[in-house]
């Protein structure tokens, strides 16, 4: 489904007083929208107001509970200044244009004040009215399908990948963890149909189970183990994922505090992070490494092994083949030899004289069996026992590559560590308490982190092996099936069950694997262009297992070295990939996009970014250190005068407005 | 975007690799058919949800029914 926003009305919504009236001119090419206000102003709330109306949750705000002592989503202005046992409204209406008719989708709220005119409280919960168009009339909704015909407009899931805030964006790539990134692409793959389809059908195949007749006796033992490790299954992943859940927040607050270091005002603790953040690289390259030596070692070892426990057998063998050699018996030429015989006597066994066709015939296949078979493969395998000699022979020094390789690489991890835990040290050190704070958590995560990835790892290996004990019950299981024909036809059943939940998985591995990759070529394809002048990157890779790689022209991984433009636009360039593999065309909302921004970059986003979304609403929430004299120049192609607001506040800072600027 | 049409590429694919005789290929793509269009249902809560496993068994004896 796609649409544009037509118009936006807010009353008494946050900081909003009195209602506030958007009206937004729809133009191809001139698809920008801008809303400017200092920071503090209400810009984050126009998001949220947003947000609230469509789907009931502000985006912006930690947490959607109202807390007692909280600014109410209503007007603290409005709500003061109201009498007792009055009422107000917050109110939000948003008019959509799409190509079946307009839309209008409006929340509201109510407040009241008490008889005595002290106390506030919610007089009347949420309401959503939904009117849409069908055929020639409009239906308006007010029920519980509402929420459904605005998640068929644009499903809540995907709402980060269009109301976006720009600072969020910018540290997309710095502080998300892989399986955030693999999350956002799996809800654009939208594969939850497939995916529900599988749990409800491993319900269906727990319950056909407990149908069967018990009549073997050994079924119902078997049942009651399988029904014991589907159990185990479920509460080891369960542990499992909130395992997962407690080690992404680690990461993603390690990745926090990495990140306000890196930003942080002292040369001196920015050059240190920056060394870390080297360091932390390269031994990451180094642990790779290790892993690969020392797999290709145990390989060696693998291979190489039930030859030197044979040793002294295999000397043995060549010793004969050598001796046989020698003697002139090898290769073998038994056949030839027996072959001659029979011509030399001229008789064939059967006592029969051989003459004719049956003479011609054996004298042809005595050439072709001069080189026997069998001969070939006592050549061959005389190679091979001096190809095994020979590595026999080297093993000593092999082993010792492999232990110079691991030492090495050993060694240098090991420094790298003393290096970064230097650095540590030095940042403890520092006078600034919140450095301090902040290295003190940085350690103490690290810990935890470590600890956290060997019970995943182990855990993991439970988890594989409790499977494998299900796959086995289950074939066990099958086989008392046959036992007894009264249960074919549950066998059947089952067999079914079981064979579509092999389909699905395959099929969502698969879709999930051509998405990932879609968003890579669209995500690669996204960055190079907005970052056009820059010829210092090649390619953006998102591996399987969701690491993302941004690949510099000399072949370096760059993806921790960005500068904040550089970032911004990767994470741009991310979110474009997923709206449009999504298939839903909605506006794009953008909270503080050239925050941090060198002029470069801003350049980039402010002439590159609209052309790329044209035919997408593109809304622009920007603070005055935003909005330069050169942005604006650069965006005035993209902007109708109409299309541009002013957000004003009072001077006691408690009541805002918005104004038509153009 | 992955269309409907290329997921169902992809399931018809996968069951043809796991399932080489006609048969059960056409039982499977027929019963995968039925699931995911009464997902669908689920998914837009044109149905109850409560009623899964029983509307998930009417499925299945539609395909395979008890006397055959």
Known sequence: MQFSISSLRI?????????????????????????????????????????????????QRKSNIQNKNELPIVNASALDELKPNGKISAEVVIRLKTKDGPWSIKRRIEWSKNAQGDKNSVADSEKLTVTYPDGN???????????????????????????????????????????????AINYISQMQLVTNAQEHLEWVEEDVRRKVKRTTPKVDKILKDLEFYKEEERTKSGMLHNKNELLNTYLEEKSEIDLFLKEHNSVVIRQLQGKRDLLDNSNQRINERLSRAKVAKNSYLVDIAPFIFLKDTINESHNIIQEKVEKGELPPKIRETFIRELLEKGKCICGNPLIGDARRNLELYREKVSLSELSEIVIIGKNQIEEIFFD????????????????????????????????????????????????DRRTDLEIKIRELEQTIHQETLELESIKKLIKGKKVEYDSELE?????????????????????????????????????????????????????????VIIHDDYTVEVIHTLGWNAINNLSAGEYL???????????SISGFKAPVIIDTPLGKEDDIHREYITTNLPKYLKGTQLFLLVTPTEYTEEVENN?????????YYKILVNEDHTKSFIKREG | MISESQVNQVIIDTISGHFKD??????????????LQYEHLIWNQTIQGRDIIANYEKIIDKIIPEDI
């Not at chain 1, 009339?137 to 605005?150: A, C, N, V």
Request: aromatic share 10%.
């Open chain 1, 483 to 539: 036992k007894d024909q009264k249960n074919i036809h549950l066998k059947k059943k089952l067999r079914l069950i079981e064979s579509a939940i092999t389909v699905l998985n395959d099929t969502e591995k698969e879709i999930k694997d051509r998405i990932r990759e879609q968003v890579q070529d669209n995500a690669s394809s996204n960055f190079l262009t907005l970052i056009s002048k820059n010829r210092a990157f090649q390619e």
């Open chain 1, 569 to 579: 636009i990767m994470g741009l360039s991310f979110m474009s990939a997923l709206m």
């Open chain 1, 137 to 183: 009339q409009d239906i308006t909704l007010t029920g519980s399908e509402t929420q459904i015909r605005i998640n068929q407009l644009l499903p809540k899931a995907l709402i980060p990948f269009f109301f976006i805030d720009g600072e969020q964006l910018r540290n997309f790539f710095q502080i998300s963890t892989p399986e955030q990134i693999g999350q």
């Open chain 2, 22 to 35: 006609l048969e059960n290929f056409q039982i499977i793509k027929e019963f995968i058919e039925q699931v």
């Open chain 1, 392 to 439: 026999i022979h080297n093993f000593t020094e092999k082993m010792d590559e492999f232990a110079d390789e691991i030492r090495e690489l050993e060694t240098e991890f090991t420094d790298n560590k003393l290096q970064l835990e230097e650095i540590s040290e030095n940042l403890k050190e520092s006078n600034n308490e919140e450095i301090q704070r902040k290295e």
């Open chain 1, 11 to 59: 009353t008494n919504f946050r900081q909003f007083y009195g209602t506030q009236e958007l009206d937004f001119k729809l133009d191809k090419e001139k698809n920008v929208i801008i809303i400017y206000g200092r920071n503090g102003a209400g810009k984050s709330n126009i998001l949220n107001a947003m947000t609230w109306c469509l789907y009931g949750f502000e985006i």
């Open chain 1, 635 to 643: 965006l005035k192609q993209f902007l109708l005068e109409e299309n």
